[in-house]
DNA sequence: CTCAGATGTGCATACGTATGCGATATACTA
DNA sequence: TAGTATATCGCATACGTATGCACATCTGAG
């Protein structure tokens, strides 16, 4: 039914290794031989099992890419530029999207027979990496860290984007700045509420307690979150968000409150997405170079791959102001 | 290294054999011994090798999700779905993001040794699908068809949208009524256009020349096409884009030229997008049940890998216009 | 003319699992 | 008690490719 290299190597009178050497252009063989190979091959269509491969060599050269939740209009950026630096590099991405992080998932994992993972959407406490590791299946965080289990990292560093957000709030009078966070079990969330807080403190400012929301990094947390600063008897002149979605959902609860951004209210956001830069958006948010970021995670990963007794390497993203319309002065 | 079946069988005592059927639950074996090998796998941290499985029984249970364009937020909406739908009946899906649509992709997927491809950007001059009919390949058409090559098809039916569109447009005492379509080599494209046509028609209104303009499904194309159409000395009332992500760029095309949105022109876009219903935009679209078309497309895809010999069928999903706040009255 | 070295190819086997079939033991029937 | 059916499991092998090693052929030097 379906052919195989031993068809190739019967129609061109060799031997199946030497078909497999020859695809692959093995030095050692005739320039005639393989030329010979190559003609079968492709008259009769053949096409190499990974399969068949994936077993004989015990590797797959496909890399797992962990997600949960692809709607968030996060995730997708990431996905092109991974495929791109991987392919360049011999390596095929494999994506998983995953509601949940558990042992499930690991054996998942584990058992598709992928040569490395890159982990995104990891929690403090995932269980993943714990499996992976004891497994000797190679990985590397993607943005977001765990605690416990030591690896590869591409993350972003807010501190120089946070100093300067605070510095620009400051500046057009600022005071009263609210939050809205990201999940408290996440590296990102904890880095980003830490980087703001020690800026402000640079300027005097505090977050109070009651100016603090966390949630999901999606529009519905910082929807809820903005509603409720919005109604409080003083509201905050600012809202900073976790990223960019909460940041989407902060402007939508002050379009249906009828709160004018950024007159009565500042709202700043994360990541720079390409929708926060629309004009009909315009959303002032902390930048850095995601794609850079992902390639680098790939090519830890595929370091890691080939090279696993390196020690590990944290490789971290310098961040920015991007001022657009929706900072203004405080009122 | 690896923990394989055949340590399990050592350390229950059994053959190799036996792990593989205890493990798959097989009525033949007694309890017993099942309980004995589960015990000695979870003992050992034993996960079956999906490669060898796949070898051995010729199927790998995993399905392909052809993509162009990941970042287009058109696409991230149909992976959850499909992802849940898939795995309900025991299959995985392998997401393929390729930018182009040419023999080495369709060799890639063959070689994947995947059981089944689900075609979400096809043009309708493809030639994956010549490839993988040749190959025995099965897949469907997800949203867009192609010409030549007949396949099991899940698909919106944009007549009554655009029949509602066409009603609520004249209602509103548009008579200008400009088209940005997509990619003249799409099914979507195509279809979308000659609805919109159609429906017009009835109420006696065509669209000149000067007021079409055609490109990719993407905000660029809304963005240059109503930047244009509004320079035009008699500019249209009312703009119908291919998608939402094509007005989404239209919404940004009149914000900067300074053009309000319902007052001075009409957008009315197609797919309903969670973004469309955003309060900060509230972009009035053509809405379908794009979930449900996900889960038949995978269901198709299964019978046709299950039942390779029933009738090919398309699964033809109606629309409804929607209309929020960028429908209003012709000036 | 012989032999070391280089070059090119085949043989045997391994990778991890699934499955047809046969073997053994047990239960049941007449 | 013999024979048949049933339950349970192992043996042998297949899947498609890669790779260590042996073998054969050829080249060129002494």
Same mark, same amino acid.
């Given at each position: 039914?379906?052919?195989?290299?031993?068809?190739?190597?019967?129609?061109?009178?060799?031997? /199946?290794?030497?078909?497999?050497?020859?695809?692959?252009?093995?030095?050692?063989?005739?320039?005639?031989?393989?030329?010979?190979?190559?003609?079968?091959?492709?008259?009769?269509?053949?096409?190499?099992?990974?399969?068949?491969?994936?077993?004989?060599?015990?590797?797959?050269?496909?890399?797992?890419?962990?997600?949960?939740?692809?709607?968030?209009?996060?995730?997708?950026?990431?996905?092109?530029?991974?495929?791109? /630096?991987?392919?360049?590099?011999?390596?095929?991405?494999?994506?998983?999207?995953?509601?949940?992080?558990?042992?499930?998932?690991?054996?998942?994992?584990?058992?598709?027979?992928?040569?490395?993972?890159?982990?995104?959407?990891?929690?403090?406490?995932?269980?993943?990496?714990?499996?992976?590791?004891?497994?000797? #299946?190679?990985?590397?965080?993607?943005?977001?860290?765990?605690?416990?289990?030591?690896?590869?990292?591409?993350?972003?560093?807010?501190?120089?984007?946070?100093?300067?957000?605070?510095?620009?709030?400051?500046?057009?009078?600022?005071?009263?700045?609210?939050?809205?966070?990201?999940?408290?079990?996440?590296?990102?969330?904890?880095?980003?509420?830490?980087?703001?807080?020690?800026? #402000?403190?640079?300027?005097?400012?505090?977050?109070?307690?009651?100016?603090?929301?966390?949630?999901?990094?999606?529009?519905?947390?910082g929807y809820d979150g903005?509603? /409720?600063?919005?109604? #409080?008897?003083?509201?905050?002149?600012?809202?900073?968000?976790?990223?960019?979605?909460?940041?989407?959902?902060?402007?939508?609860?002050?379009?249906?409150?009828?709160?004018d951004v950024p007159g009565?209210?500042? *709202?700043?956001?994360?990541?720079?997405?390409?929708?926060?830069?629309?004009?009909? *958006?315009?959303?002032?948010? *902390?930048?850095?170079?995601?794609?850079?970021?992902?390639?680098?995670?790939?090519?830890?990963?595929? /370091?890691?791959?080939?090279?696993?007794?390196?020690?590990?390497?944290?490789?971290?993203?310098?961040?920015?102001?991007?001022?657009?319309?929706?900072?203004?002065?405080?009122?």
């Open positions: 039914m379906v052919v195989t290299s031993r068809d190739v190597a019967k129609l061109a009178g060799v031997s /199946q290794p030497t078909v497999s050497r020859a695809l692959r252009d093995d030095p050692r063989l005739s320039a005639a031989t393989k030329e010979r190979v190559r003609k079968s091959a492709e008259r009769l269509g053949y096409v190499p099992s990974d399969v068949g491969r994936a077993l004989s060599s015990g590797r797959t050269r496909r890399i797992g890419l962990l997600l949960t939740d692809l709607e968030n209009q996060f995730y997708p950026h990431i996905i092109a530029p991974a495929h791109h /630096q991987l392919e360049s590099r011999g390596y095929h991405l494999m994506l998983h999207t995953e509601s949940a992080d558990n042992e499930v998932v690991a054996e998942r994992l584990i058992s598709h027979g992928l040569d490395g993972v890159i982990l995104a959407t990891s929690t403090i406490d995932s269980v993943v990496p714990l499996r992976l590791r004891d497994r000797g #299946l190679p990985f590397v965080y993607f943005n977001r860290t765990s605690l416990g289990v030591h690896a590869d990292s591409a993350v972003v560093d807010p501190t120089q984007g946070m100093e300067q957000a605070a510095e620009a709030l400051v500046d057009r009078g600022h005071r009263r700045i609210a939050g809205i966070f990201g999940p408290a079990n996440t590296s990102t969330a904890l880095d980003r509420e830490l980087a703001l807080r020690e800026a #402000l403190a640079h300027h005097g400012i505090s977050i109070p307690g009651h100016y603090v929301h966390r949630g999901p990094f999606d529009t519905a947390t903005t509603q /409720q600063l919005l109604r #409080l008897p003083e509201p905050p002149t600012a809202i900073l968000c976790g990223n960019d979605v909460v940041a989407f959902g902060a402007l939508n609860a002050a379009r249906v409150a009828g709160v009565d209210v500042s *709202i700043i956001g994360f990541d720079n997405l390409p929708t926060a830069s629309w004009p009909i *958006i315009r959303l002032t948010t *902390i930048a850095y170079d995601l794609d850079a970021m992902v390639r680098r995670a790939a090519d830890l990963l595929i /370091q890691r791959i080939e090279k696993p007794d390196l020690p590990f390497e944290k490789a971290s993203f310098p961040s920015r102001l991007v001022v657009l319309d929706t900072l203004g002065t405080a009122s």
